[in-house]
């Protein structure tokens, strides 16, 4: 069956430097991948997607790779901030309904 | 601005109460899904919609059931309440993909405590 992994539960990083969070998968192909920020307490909020045939993708201080031989995606923050502190998913988008990782909690420190 | 809204942000029943959670999207989305989240456990897909008066179950129906009868409400019901159903409940909603991918968007959440 699908399965997605989203490396670490929680990453703390200091205030100014890149984060890097990684979302790994097997037994799937998606023809693409999305990122979306969850605070706590709230629903997730979609950021970024990326196509099986790009392989970087960027948004202000978000970049997001995708590898389809490695099946892996990781998404940095430049210059992260105390703000950029909750919990990022990831989803693979094929023909089915979207399959989310269980997250990474990110804490940046002032 | 887009909005998937759900009829409450917390909710206390009891054992064996039937619950009603509604969910309304305002996009005309074809597709409505119904997740729940626990610490640890991540989204977990309960039921999804493609269409009016069409669901699908997900990975965890059961103890579930659902309700589309109009395009922009799908509700989620607890026949019978059970504590293990305590738990944060998420509406979402997606247009069809029609070979592109589409952002999913998600209403604030039902925090359920059954009690």
């Known amino acids: 069956s699908q399965k997605i992994e989203q490396n670490s539960e929680a990453l703390n990083i200091q205030e100014g430097k890149t984060a890097t969070l990684t979302c790994n998968y097997t037994?799937?192909?998606?023809?693409?991948l999305q990122w979306y920020r969850q605070d706590p307490g709230r629903g997730p909020v979609f950021l970024l997607l990326i196509r099986e045939n790009e392989k970087e993708k960027r948004k202000e201080r978000l970049k997001v790779t995708f590898d389809t031989t490695l099946k892996q995606s990781l998404f940095h923050i430049t210059a992260s901030q105390p703000a950029d502190s909750a919990t990022y998913l990831c989803?693979?988008?094929?023909?089915?309904?979207?399959?989310f990782g269980k997250g990474t909690r990110l804490s940046v420190i002032a | 601005d887009v909005k998937v809204t759900q009829s409450s942000r917390y909710l206390v029943k009891r054992t064996g109460e039937k619950v009603f959670l509604e969910c309304v999207q305002d996009m005309d989305h074809e597709n409505m899904f119904w997740y729940r989240q626990d610490p640890g456990l991540g989204l977990r897909l309960i039921y999804f919609s493609y269409d009016v008066k069409m669901k699908e179950k997900g990975d965890i129906p059961e103890g579930y059931s659902v309700s589309r009868e109009k395009k922009e409400r799908f509700s989620l019901i607890l026949e019978s309440a059970s504590t293990n159903q305590t738990s944060m409940y998420l509406c979402?909603?997606?247009?069809?993909?029609?070979?592109?991918?589409?952002?999913?968007?998600f209403g604030p959440g039902t925090r359920l405590t059954v009690t």
């Open positions: 037994n799937y192909s998606p023809a693409y």
């Open positions: 979402a909603s997606r247009p069809s993909g029609g070979g592109f991918s589409y952002e999913q968007y």
């Open positions: 989803a693979l988008d094929g023909d089915t309904p979207l399959v």
